[in-house]
């Protein structure tokens, strides 16, 4: 149980969180909001290419047991027809808000992922999840103390009847994208070919960085077939797989105050749709 004086400090720390421009007022009306604003604020969270940020370390950090046992969790929900990667990577990188994506720790995300998913297609409910983590915040109500958590299950479940996508079938043996090979047609593009970046609105979801929206290009590897990762994402079985490539940019074109070599490049996966020919 917690106190007042406990639950306002708490309240206190959340009330620094900040989302909204500084010129702009929380829950704004329509006329402060002009379509730049309204643009920004559509932007996915995870797409953070050429954002203001200070330099920092790179660190190859060892992954803690909970975030290998994360790792395994998600791809077995993939291997048993659950989800597809690109549908976690939505709900667990977009579909969060800036604030969780931006405080919580990458594999923290990846379980926050596997509750939404578990429970929008209906697997458990709400209140199941709930008492199951009260349930397991008592059993190691005075810390782990350098121990591992122990995996109890609560019971063990009939799986024949659970719904299932049929990609972990059709995939076995072959891979994925491999299983969408002579699906797309004809490549509309070649290597070498100039190319616009389509500056499309990208709402929702979307794996084309925005630094390179509006970007001319050459493609420098005509890559594989699969659907595009705004549909992949939505869990749409029925999407038309198109052609992936490799484009490649000069580093001068995509930054304005770039001031490294002229022959500094920079290389991102497009799919075909976000692509046309200069």
């Given at each position: 149980m917690s106190s007042a004086a406990q639950r306002a400090e708490q309240l206190a720390l959340i009330?620094?969180?900040?989302?909204?421009?500084?010129?702009?007022?929380?829950?704004?009306?329509?006329?402060?909001v002009d379509s730049r604003h309204y643009w920004a604020y559509q932007k996915t969270v995870h797409d953070v290419g050429g954002e203001l940020q200070v330099p920092l370390p790179y660190q190859n950090k060892q992954e803690e047991q909970w975030e290998l046992m994360t790792y395994v969790l998600c791809e077995v929900l993939g291997w048993r027809g659950i989800w597809v990667s690109e549908?976690?990577?939505?709900?667990?990188?977009?579909?969060?808000?800036?604030?969780?994506?931006?405080?919580?720790?990458?594999?923290s995300r990846w379980l926050w992922a596997v509750g939404r998913v578990l429970i929008e297609k209906g697997y458990i409910s709400w209140g199941e999840l709930t008492d199951r983590l009260a349930e397991v915040q008592q059993r190691y109500a005075g810390g782990l103390?350098?121990?591992?958590?122990?995996?109890?299950?609560?019971?063990?479940?009939?799986?024949?009847?659970?719904?299932?996508?049929?990609?972990?079938?059709?995939?076995?043996?072959?891979?994925?994208?491999?299983i969408y090979a002579g699906k797309a047609g004809p490549a509309k593009?070649?290597?070498?070919?100039?190319?616009?970046v389509r500056d499309l609105p990208a709402m929702f979801y979307t794996r084309t960085p925005?630094?390179?929206?509006?970007?001319?290009?050459?493609?420098?590897?005509?890559?594989?077939?699969?659907?595009?990762?705004?549909?992949?994402?939505?869990?749409?079985?029925d999407a038309a797989p198109e052609w992936f490539y490799i484009v490649r940019f000069k580093q001068r074109d995509l930054w304005d105050t770039?001031?490294?070599?002229?022959?500094?490049?920079?290389?991102?996966?497009?799919?075909?749709?976000?692509l046309q020919a200069v």
């Open positions: 009330s620094r969180l900040k989302t909204t421009f500084p010129e702009v007022s929380e829950w704004p009306m329509p006329d402060e549908e976690r990577r939505r709900i667990g990188n977009v579909d969060v808000g800036r604030a969780i994506y931006l405080g919580l720790p990458y594999y103390n350098g121990r591992l958590p122990d995996a109890e299950a609560k019971f063990e479940g009939d799986g024949s009847a659970v719904r299932r996508n049929t990609h972990h079938r059709e995939a076995v043996g072959i891979g994925d994208p491999q593009f070649a290597v070498g070919d100039r190319v616009l925005e630094y390179c929206r509006g970007a001319h290009g050459v493609i420098a590897e005509v890559t594989y077939e699969s659907p595009a990762p705004e549909d992949e994402a939505w869990d749409r079985e770039y001031t490294g070599p002229a022959t500094d490049t920079l290389q991102t996966e497009i799919p075909e749709r976000w």
